[in-house]
Structure formats: structure tokens, C-alpha cells
């Protein structure tokens, strides 16, 4: 839920085609369909849950899609993510796309509701007023956007404070950030927001009731306005990402330090404990070097400057990718048969900490861990504890974003 948000990535050169490719009907029930072959494209793919048109294929529905379609947003994606119930998409020139439920206006089109009863928007929209963005972030229903004159702005919902313009009122079109210049990452949370500033800081806000906004304090109280997250003076910070209830933090030394919840182990301390108000050490990395980390619901992922992947907390549903279902791992495990990888992502899932993992490894889209709804990708909705390849079309795949029992890439 992040430009990491659910999910860190690292952007290739855009492969550009022909608009998209023949929907694939992936069907349900855990079978193993066998979709009709499809030329290689460009643009964005989903797959997964439906209920909310969260696909972005023109439609709302039960019927999980286990393989992925297209979305319907022309080629010239440069990144894409996703929340609860909502995806994002940042286009080439500089505007971003959205679609799905949107009931606490996280599409910032301009409304919270649309003829459907519920609030969901199944076929993609342009978000009000907006350009010249960057970067990319989903919480669960909010959104944020990272400009490219470093500023940030926010829309969806805000009972928690967590689109940081000094209110608690939901905005259905986006609203600028209080206070925040030289931004150069943002991420986003259930309902807290993180940003990256230029100068190797990080800022946070939103709710802290398990120190997700990492200033030392906890607090049921919604916290508005961006704050400081403390003791990374003299640690300057490269890349950040934030779970459901948890951030990460990667260095330029290529260490990882973590904040909030730590009930899995997922801050890779080597222990469980209730939360972590400051940011800690990633023992559980001792003698790698990081490139990027992935934030997921109660458990995360590392990308090694050597190309492979290393997960540590929540593992029964696969997430880690270990060829185990052994939940919790407090010590980092390999996930196994990757190689070359050039960006990953962690997922949420909404009843109990699982999620799907993402990654990419040349032209290729690997996933494992939680496939209740499809969002493994692979034609089945049976868990994995082993990466396998998602049945893409996408012709160079260069993002990808694990959302709640949603996928998407492009």
C-alpha cells in the first residue's frame, strides 16, 4: 500500500504497445483455468478480489479473477498501487487513475459515491485536478501523491488524520500536506502516512496507537500534521515503506531499521513485542546489504543488492516464500528460487494478518503467500509457500503493488 505502500519497487525503462489485451475470465472456486493466450502489452494488469471493482475492469463482482486482466487505462503506466478496495495509477504524463470502492472518497474524483448503492467506481477515472505527480501511495482508503516539486497532497479518508492537512474530515479530491517540502518518497499505511525527505528524514502522520508515526509516544489521539520521525539523525534514510501497522526504513549503508507494531517479529528485532514507538535495528539482516524492503500485514520483505529476497514474521499463509507454513519466523528466512530480482512488494489482507508477495525478476512477475481470492495470480486459489510465476501478459513488467487480496503490476 505504498509507492512501496503495499509494496516497494524499483522502475525499469516502460515497455510501450498496443493498449492492453483480451480480458481472461480466470474463474473461481480454487480451480486451475487455462486461459486463452495473450500477446505481450504494455499497460497495467489486476487480479484477485472484485467485489468493489477494484480490478478496474468496468465491473464490480464476487467472482475472484485468479489470472490477470487488463485494466482499463491506456499503456504509459509508470507505477501502480493499490488499498483495501481501490487502485491507483500513475501515468506517464504526470496524472494519476483510480477506481474501486470508494465510500470514504479514496478515488479523490471529486465524489463518495456513484450510482452503485455502495460507493464503487469499477471503471477507471482521472483524479480531481491533479498533475505533475511523481510518486504514488495507497493506504487502506486513503491516497497519496508526491508531486514533482516535492510537495504531497491527500484525499480519502481521514478520521485518524492520516491525509496530514491538519483536519479529521474525509476529502473526496486532493488537499495539499501540511508543511512538507522536498519530499522525495511517501508511503502509506492502514491510517498513517510517512514521507521522505531529501535530506534522509523521515515524516509521519496519522494514527499512532501502535507508534506507527515512530516519535517516541503512542497515543489514541489522530495526529493531523506531519511529525519527526526520532532517532535517525546521522542515519540518512534511502526508501521507505509501511504495512498495515508497521514501517520500514532502508539506509544508505544498506541496513534497515523498523517502527510500530512488532506483534509477528516483523521489525526483525528477533523477538515479538507489542509495538516499537522508535526505530529499531533490522538485527535479523546482520551481514547483507539491502536494496529495497516491502512492508506487508504483520510481516516483511528485503531485496538483497545480490537480487535475491529475505522475509521475516508472518508466515502462515506462505508470505515468506521459505517452502514453509512455520508462523511466526523472528529470524530472516531465504525466499526460495529467486534470483535477479528488481523490485518486490508485500500485501495486506482484511480479516487476519496474511498477505500476498510480489516480485519482479526479469520480464517476469513471481508471487506467493495468501491466495484465498487469487491474488497469487497463478490460475488457482491455493496458498503458496513458494514463488511461482503470475500468469502475465505484460511485456516488461516494471511495478507492482499487493494490496488487500488484490494485485496489480504494469
Known sequence: MGAAALGAAVTLPLALGAYGAPEVDGGGGG????????????????WGANSVGQLGIGIASQLDRPTPVTVHIPDGVRAVDGGLGHGLALLTNGTVKSWG??????????????????????????????????????GYRHSLALLTNG??????????????????????????????????????????????????TVKAWGDNNAGEL????????PQPTPVDV??????????????????????????????GSNEFGQL??????????????????????????????????????????KGWGVNASGELG?????????????????TGVTAIAAGKNFETP??????????????????LSGEVGDGTQTNRNTPVAVRSGLAKPHSIAAAVNFSLAS
Open 31 to 46: 480451480g486451475n483455468p487455462k486461459p486463452a493466450p495473450t500477446a505481450p502489452h504494455a499497460g497495467a494488469e489486476s
Open 101 to 138: 470502492l470508494n465510500a470514504e472518497g479514496e478515488l479523490g474524483q471529486g465524489f463518495t459515491s456513484a450510482a452503485d448503492p455502495f460507493g464503487n467506481v469499477p471503471e477507471p477515472g482521472s483524479v480531481a485536478g491533479l498533475s505533475g505527480v511523481k510518486a504514488i501511495a495507497a
Open 151 to 200: 510537495t504531497v497532497v491527500a484525499w480519502g479518508d481521514n478520521d485518524r488524520g492520516q491525509l496530514g492537512d491538519g483536519t479529521t474530515e474525509d476529502r473526496n479530491r486532493p488537499v495539499p500536506v501540511t508543511g512538507l517540502t522536498g519530499v522525495k518518497a511517501v508511503a502509506a499505511g492502514q491510517s498513517f502516512s510517512l514521507a521522505l525527505l531529501a535530506n534522509g
Open 214 to 221: 515512530g516519535n517516541g509516544t503512542t497515543s489514541d489521539q
Open 230 to 259: 526520532v532517532g535517525l539523525t546521522g542515519r540518512k534514510v534511502t526508501a521507505i515503506d509501511s504495512g498495515s501497522v508497521h514501517s520500514l526504513a532502508l539506509l544508505a549503508n544498506g541496513t534497515v531499521v523498523g517502527w
Open 268 to 309: 526483525g528485532t528477533g523477538v515479538q513485542t507489542p509495538f516499537e514507538s522508535t526505530p529499531v535495528d533490522a538485527t535479523v539482516l546482520a551481514g547483507v546489504k539491502v536494496r529495497a524492503v516491502a512492508a506487508g500485514d504483520g510481516y516483511s520483505l528485503a531485496l538483497l543488492r545480490r537480487g535475491t529476497v
Open 322 to 338: 521459505d517452502g514453509t507454513f512455520v508462523s511466526p519466523r523472528l529470524q530472516a528466512v531465504d525466499t526460495v528460487g529467486l
Open 354 to 371: 496474511a498477505g500476498q508477495s510480489l516480485a519482479i525478476s526479469g520480464n517476469s512477475v513471481f508471487a506467493w503467500g495468501n491466495n
